[in-house]
């Protein structure tokens, strides 16, 4: 990073920045790609792109985009979100329910069905992903509704990994994808936005509406770059993963085993659970009723051990609905 060839990113485009464009439109098989700094000024910036007010979209439930973003789908892109319950499975939806959202247009003062926004792999279903077909049929439902196609790819490696394919194969005929740098490849921070070059060149200038141009954005472009060499790796992290949901099964705990790198771990009370955890140095999130561990890159074979020693001694305590 301290040694990055950089200019002014927001004079005349910076060579680190560039080159990680580059790269990361040639991998997931897109015409064009611009470095925002976070994944969810991306998604905002694409929905920017395909929406307009009056404009409703489509997403699975408990989507990034419907959940974890601030409401900005509808507070600056002006789109109408629109839930699908999951019914082809865990964070899944199906080609018919799509054709069914969409309907047919009506009059003029109704809200028009314009955008499926999909996300690969699903973070609050546990890390679960669209096959390759199952991608293929959403993308082939939402064109004959007349629907534009968003991908929320943050982590779209981990699906293309748990499938052996490339990550193009998961973006095929979409308009823009969004991957991230940072979940599970480490980056510091950056995101990028993949699409047309057109596409490109308006959400350049949504970027800088957003206040997200950059100087010498190559000092985290390198990040990005170096990030990237992880991802014949990532197959390790679905290990750990496995590692660790096994454990937790062993200490009698009902639980699924991890598709890619997340488990959720159901339990009585998140709260207690998560306080209890801390008192031993382990950290977690919640999702829902589940605590969320996601194996990563700073995680070795024998860290997993580790944790799985410091639980052990709670497992009762875990179980405890704790003080209503």
């Not at 997200?212 to 991802?231: E, S």
């Not at 991890?258 to 009585?268: Q, S």
Request: proline share 6%.
């Amino acid at each position: 990073m301290a040694a990055a060839d950089v200019a002014d990113d927001v004079l005349d485009y910076d060579p680190t920045l560039a080159r990680l464009e580059i790269q990361v439109a040639e991998l997931l098989g897109m015409e064009a790609a611009l470095w925002v700094p976070t994944g969810c000024m991306g998604n905002l910036i694409a929905l920017m792109l395909h929406l307009e007010r009056g404009d409703r979209f489509f997403a699975p439930a408990q989507a990034h985009v419907l959940v974890s973003e601030l409401g900005t789908a509808a507070w600056l892109a002006g789109g109408m979100p629109e839930p699908l319950s999951w019914e082809g499975g865990p964070g899944k939806i199906t080609p018919q329910q799509v054709r069914r959202a969409a309907g047919q247009p009506g009059p003029y003062y109704v809200l028009r069905s314009r955008l499926l926004c999909l996300e690969n792999t699903h973070n609050f279903a546990g890390g679960t992903y669209f096959t390759v077909a199952e991608h293929h049929d959403l993308v082939q439902a939402a064109r004959e509704s007349g629907l534009r196609v968003h991908l929320d790819g943050a982590r779209i490696w981990h699906a293309a990994v748990a499938q052996k394919v490339t990550p193009a194969a998961l973006t095929e005929g979409v308009d823009t994808v969004q991957v991230c740098l940072s979940k599970g490849l480490g980056a510091p921070m950056g995101s990028l936005l993949c699409g047309s070059k057109p596409l490109m060149e308006t959400a350049r200038r949504l970027r800088k509406m957003l206040g997200g141009g950059v100087r010498q954005g190559g000092i985290v472009g390198a990040a990005g770059i170096v990030a990237l060499d992880y991802l014949p790796h990532l197959e390790e992290d679905h290990a750990k993963a496995r590692q660790l949901a096994e454990g937790l099964q062993r200490f009698g705990f009902e639980l699924a085993l991890p598709p890619t790198n997340i488990v959720l771990l159901p339990v009585p009370s998140v709260p207690m659970a998560v306080t209890l955890l801390s008192e031993v140095g382990i950290r977690v999130t919640s999702v829902g009723a589940s605590l969320r561990f996601i194996a990563h890159r700073d995680h070795r074979s024998e860290d997993i051990k580790e944790a799985l020693q410091r639980m052990e001694p709670l497992v009762d305590r875990l179980r405890q609905r704790g003080a209503e």
